[in-house]
């Protein structure tokens, strides 16, 4: 198989059986981690009905990801192993249903606009360059929206910090180690496509750093959480 793309690191079989099985499990996380994101969208609709309508729009945007992302399966003739895909993501939807019926709407959007967008923000970043011709530009577009739902997330916090911090680092002490936990499964399967399971944890930590000191975190503080968080999902 030769390259056809100039900048893809190396020529991945996408055929192989090794290959699809790996994108099943990889794909599904994908799909029903988008649709996770469209539900918490439209929870959020409720929460905040000041921004009612661009929250349903955000919450579009992952429908039609989750669409998109499920033709990619469809293009390689590979079915998204949902049901490891739901295990998985279970212990960090029901954070998110807990902050909700706790009232903590801070956390509920911390956990998605800030953490979930920050995580999907740099798998896409590094799929990108070893995704195939058909997926590639799709994951690219994909990465812009989800740039502007963490958007959201920051412009939301930003002008509370104050009231808000505690909450923030509360529910990222209590998220991000489970979001990171979500890896340990996948990643032979990460490293099968091309993914380097260590460098998305930089990458997510990196992102989310970025994201704390954006809503009002000092620079020295949101590293020392980010690292500490990180170290304790690899340990
Ligand atoms: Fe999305
Ligand atoms: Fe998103």
Redesign the pocket.
Known sequence: MSATAAPRPSPLAYDSPTYRQAYSRINGMVVVGEGL?DRHFRRLAKLLPHDREELLRLGAM?ARHARDFVGCGRNLGVKADAALAHRLLAPLHQQFQRAEAQGDLVSCLVIQCLII?CF?VAAYRLYLPVADPYAAPITAAVMT??RE?LNYGEQWLRPRFAAVAHQVEACARRAVPVALGMLAELGDDLTTLGIDPAELVAEFTVLFQESLEAIGFEAGAARRLGNRLAARALA
């Open positions: 994101a992952e967008e999907a929206d989800e739902h």
